[in-house]
Structures are given as structure tokens and as C-alpha cells.
């Protein structure tokens, strides 16, 4: 059993930063592909980063060279670095472990924690 929690929501204007973390546990291998999506009401959830077992990095095309996405094996802890935030990045975050690595194939992912709030005011 995998149990994700993330942390690092929060309420930022535009332009600014935030930087979410979330920590793994239980048995998490570092072949796993994570990745963070989003999720605002009335819509479906949507892939933001993903990072494969191997380190390879895929990008949202609307947060591409903005976000960074990062992992931390040792820590079992995975990173999303968010700059220059727009209000259009206001969402639920989640983190999500064990995928097919595909932004658009959320629900191949087998777990994902309870989502962190980040809301960008113009």
C-alpha cells in the first residue's frame, strides 16, 4: 500500500511562487512514474508534470518552462517548483504515483493523495 501526502498549497498572487511537496510511503519503487495533476470544479482532472523511474520529464504545454517538476528518492518525496503563477493555475493538486507516465492517462495512475488547494489572484 502507497500513501501520498502533499503539502505546500497556498494562496499566492500572480507572479508569484509556491513550491508543493509531496511524501511517499509504504512500498514506493523509484521505477515509479509520478506525476502532478489538477483539478478545478466542473472539470476533469488534468496532467500538469509527470517524471518517469528514469528521470524523464513531461510538461503541461500551459506550464511549460514555469513549473519544474523534481524527486527526491532518498526522501521519497516529490517536488513541483511553480513560477510566474497565473490565476488560470488555480486548482486542487494532486500527486500521483505508479502510471503509465502519460499526462492525458490520469486514471492509470493506481494512487494519489487528497490534493493540496494553491489559488493565484490577479
Known amino acids: 500500500q502507497v500513501q501520498l501526502v502533499e503539502s505546500g498549497g497556498g494562496a499566492v498572487q500572480a507572479g508569484g511562487s509556491l513550491r508543493l511537496s509531496c511524501v511517499a510511503s509504504g512500498v514506493v519503487y523509484d521505477s515509479y512514474c509520478m506525476g502532478w495533476f489538477r483539478q478545478v470544479p466542473g472539470k476533469e482532472r488534468g496532467g500538469v508534470a509527470t517524471?518517469?523511474?528514469?528521470?524523464?520529464?513531461t510538461y503541461a504545454n500551459s506550464v511549460r518552462g514555469r513549473f519544474t517538476i523534481s524527486k527526491d528518492n532518498a526522501k521519497r518525496t516529490l517536488y513541483l517548483q511553480m513560477n510566474s503563477l497565473k490565476p488560470e493555475d488555480t486548482a486542487v493538486y494532486y500527486c500521483?504515483?505508479?502510471?503509465?507516465?502519460?499526462?492525458?492517462?490520469?486514471?492509470?495512475?493506481?494512487?494519489w493523495g487528497q490534493g493540496t488547494q494553491v489559488t493565484v489572484s490577479s
Open positions: 517524471i518517469a523511474g528514469y528521470g524523464i520529464t
Open positions: 500521483a504515483a505508479e502510471g503509465a507516465c502519460l499526462l492525458e492517462d490520469s486514471k492509470s495512475f493506481g494512487y
